[in-house]
C-alpha cells in the first residue's frame, strides 16, 4: 500500500503504521488487490489527507465506505470523479445547498475544491472490494481514521466535525467538544434525508461557526466541468 502522506499528517500517523493491525490492513488491503477488483486506486486512498494536510483542517466532514461501482471512488467522502453522475447522498447535499445559500446544484460531484480550503472528507473505511458495500468493513480501517480522528480533535485551533447519520455520531466520544464544535444530523442519503438532513441547514452553520471562531468561511459553490 503506498503510504505517501504529507509530512503534517506523517508525523502525526506514522505510530500507527508501525502497530500490529496496519500490518494485518495492509496485507489484507494487498491480497484483496491481487484477487479482485478494489476502489479507489491505490494511488488515492490517502486522497483525503494529502489534499487537505492537517495544519489546514477547519471542517471534517466523515462518511463510512468508499462508493464501489465503477470509477466512482476517488479518496474523499461523497465525492465522485467528474464525468461520473453523483450519486443519490451527493445529490441530497446538493439539493439541501441549493435551498439553504442558493448554490446552483453543478454538473458534477467532484468536490477536491472544498478539500483545497481545508474540508477532510474522510471515509471511516478507506477501501472497498468493487460492486460489494462494506466489503472492507473491520479489516483495520477504522482504527486508523479514528486515530485521525482524534489526531485532528487534538488540534488547538478550532475545527467543524460534521456527523450525518448513526454511523458517524458514534464518533462523537473521539472528540474534544470544550475546543470544537459538532454539526450532526440524519444521514443525507434517500433513506433519511427527509426525516432531519433536509433543512438541517448543516453548510449555514458550519460557517457560522467558522465566522464565530475568527476563520474564514467555505465558498461551498462548486465550477461546472462541461
Not at 9 to 35: I, N, Q
Not at 182 to 203: D, E, M, T, V, Y
Request: charged residues 20%; hydrophobic residues 40%; contains cysteine.
Amino acid at each position: 500500500m503506498d503510504l505517501t502522506l504529507p509530512e503534517s499528517w506523517r508525523e502525526s500517523l506514522a505510530g500507527e503504521f508501525e502497530k500490529p493491525y496496519f500490518h494485518k490492513l495492509t496485507e489484507f488491503v494487498d491480497a484483496e488487490r491481487a484477487a479482485h477488483s478494489v476502489f479507489p486506486p491505490e494511488s488515492e486512498v490517502f486522497s483525503a489527507l494529502n489534499l487537505t494536510p492537517l495544519d489546514d483542517v477547519r471542517v471534517m466532514i466523515l462518511g463510512q465506505d468508499p462508493y464501489h461501482d465503477d470509477g466512482q471512488a476517488h479518496g474523499l467522502c461523497f465525492s465522485v470523479r467528474p464525468g461520473i453522475k453523483p450519486p443519490p447522498s451527493l445529490v441530497n447535499i446538493f439539493k439541501e445547498l441549493k435551498s439553504e445559500l442558493d448554490i446552483p446544484i453543478p454538473d458534477n460531484g467532484y468536490l477536491v475544491p472544498w478539500a483545497k480550503q481545508g474540508v477532510l472528507l474522510l471515509n471511516a473505511v478507506l477501501t472497498v472490494r468493487a460492486h460489494e458495500a462494506n466489503s472492507h468493513k473491520n479489516k483495520g480501517w477504522e482504527t486508523f481514521t479514528d486515530a485521525v480522528i482524534q489526531t485532528v480533535s487534538a488540534k488547538e485551533t478550532p475545527v467543524v466535525f460534521v456527523l450525518w447519520g448513526a454511523y458517524a455520531q458514534k464518533k462523537a466520544p473521539l472528540i474534544d467538544t470544550s475546543k470544537h464544535t459538532i454539526i450532526q444530523s440524519a444521514h443525507p442519503s434517500p433513506l433519511s434525508a427527509r426525516s432531519g438532513f433536509f433543512g438541517s441547514q448543516p453548510f449555514s452553520k458550519i460557517n457560522d461557526t467558522l465566522r464565530a471562531n475568527g476563520r474564514a468561511e467555505i465558498d461551498w459553490r462548486l465550477p461546472n466541468l462541461k
